[in-house]
């Protein structure tokens, strides 16, 4: 009876192990291949390749300045600003008005002195005609001399009292003073450059770099132009 039931038992197991291994091998699925990745073209630009010469440079930074600029006052003569014909950045021409003075006053007094200057010519015209002393005529010589200096300064003050461009250029500077402002003498309102004479101005540490009338390259505004050095200082101040 036991070797029958060792049997059964084996039976069984072996029946279970049959079942339970129908369970462990799953059916093979089918291998698919990986999808196929598209790669987008790919544009070479492309350009000629030419032998060349190398060049050997270097690239400063400078300002453009005038080479000539000129300052105008009204010189010995102050007064009232009577207008001012000009702004900045305009171009002017040689002759041309720039500013005045208010001399309204000054003409008047211009007028009569001459009055006074015909009179004094008058007795001294007398004086001779009539051979006074000569005291008496050199005294009217001289009154005549004195009021002819006179008539002088207000026409120079007169003619002080307008300005005039002394060059065609570009109005550089203009100080900012309206009519009626009381203008100082030999003060400056006025700045013009002469612009046929333009220089670009470098300033550094060391020109050891940099000779007489070496030649250089300029470039301003996309635009080269050709140029030369026509100034070095002795003396750098650091």
Same mark, same amino acid.
């Given at each position: 009876?036991? $070797?029958?039931?060792?049997? =059964?038992?084996?039976?069984?197991?072996?029946?279970?192990? /049959?079942? @339970?291994? @129908?369970?462990?091998?799953?059916?093979? %699925?089918?291998?698919?291949?990986?999808? #196929? !990745?598209?790669?987008?073209?790919?544009?070479?630009?492309?350009?000629?390749?030419?032998?060349?010469?190398?060049?050997?440079? /270097?690239?400063?930074?400078?300002?453009?300045?005038? #080479?000539?600029? *000129?300052?105008?006052?009204?010189?010995?003569?102050?007064?009232?600003?009577?207008?001012?014909?000009? /702004?900045?950045?305009? #171009?002017?021409? $040689?002759?041309?008005?720039?500013? $005045?003075?208010?001399?309204? +006053?000054?003409?008047? +007094?211009?007028?009569?002195?001459? !009055? *006074?200057? +015909?009179?004094?010519?008058?007795?001294?015209? $007398?004086?001779?005609? %009539?051979?006074?002393?000569?005291?008496?005529?050199?005294? #009217?010589?001289?009154? !005549?001399?004195? +009021?002819?200096?006179?008539?002088?300064?207000?026409?120079?003050? =007169?003619?002080?009292?307008?300005?005039?461009?002394?060059?065609?250029?570009?109005?550089?500077?203009?100080?900012?003073?309206?009519?009626?402002?009381?203008?100082?003498?030999?003060?400056?309102?006025?700045?013009?450059?002469?612009?046929?004479? =333009?220089?670009?101005?470098? %300033?550094?540490?060391?020109?050891?770099?940099?000779?007489?009338?070496?030649?250089? /390259?300029?470039?301003?505004?996309?635009? !080269?132009?050709?140029?030369?050095?026509?100034? =070095?200082?002795?003396?750098?101040?650091?």
């Amino acid at each position: 009876k036991l $070797k029958n039931y060792f049997l =059964i038992v084996l039976s069984l197991l072996l029946t279970l192990t /049959t079942l @339970c291994g @129908c369970n462990l091998f799953l059916e093979e %699925e089918e291998v698919l291949d990986p999808p #196929a !990745l598209e790669s987008d073209s790919t544009d070479y630009l492309t350009h000629k390749v030419e032998k060349g010469d190398l060049v050997d440079q /270097t690239i400063y930074n400078g300002y453009v300045v005038a #080479a000539a600029e *000129y300052e105008y006052s009204f010189g010995d003569v102050g007064g009232k600003l009577e207008d001012i014909d000009v /702004t900045a950045g305009q #171009a002017v021409k $040689k002759g041309q008005k720039i500013a $005045k003075l208010d001399s309204a +006053e000054t003409e008047n +007094e211009l007028r009569l002195q001459e !009055l *006074y200057v +015909e009179k004094a010519q008058i007795a001294y015209d $007398k004086a001779v005609a %009539e051979n006074a002393n000569s005291a008496d005529i050199k005294t #009217a010589k001289l009154n !005549l001399e004195i +009021e002819k200096t006179k008539l002088q300064k207000y026409k120079n003050v =007169i003619g002080g009292s307008v300005l005039y461009a002394t060059a065609d250029g570009l109005v550089s500077y203009v100080d900012t003073v309206a009519s009626g402002d009381y203008i100082e003498s030999h003060k400056t309102i006025i700045k013009i450059i002469d612009s046929s004479k =333009i220089m670009v101005k470098y %300033e550094a540490s060391s020109v050891s770099e940099f000779s007489l009338g070496q030649e250089v /390259t300029l470039r301003y505004d996309n635009v !080269l132009y050709k140029g030369v050095i026509s100034d =070095i200082p002795t003396q750098i101040n650091t």
